[in-house]
């Protein structure tokens, strides 16, 4: 299954708890923080709720 590099390129402040609690489930916990994870439709629903926050890019 493809896999999606996920990293955090923008701050939380302002943001909705929904919105800080999904970077959160994401397994991002800071700026500039990076992780890789699975690419499912679970994972892409949190995206859209933080996509102006994030940088995402897809690996084999």
Excluded at 25 to 52: A, D, F, S, W, Y
């Amino acid at each position: 299954m493809a896999k999606l590099r996920i990293t955090q390129v923008r701050s939380t402040n302002g943001e909705t708890k929904k919105q800080i609690t999904s970077l959160r489930t994401l397994g991002i916990r800071r700026m500039n923080h990076t992780v890789e994870v699975e690419k499912t439709p679970i994972v892409l629903g949190k995206l859209e709720k933080v996509h102006h926050l994030v940088k995402v890019e897809e690996i084999d």
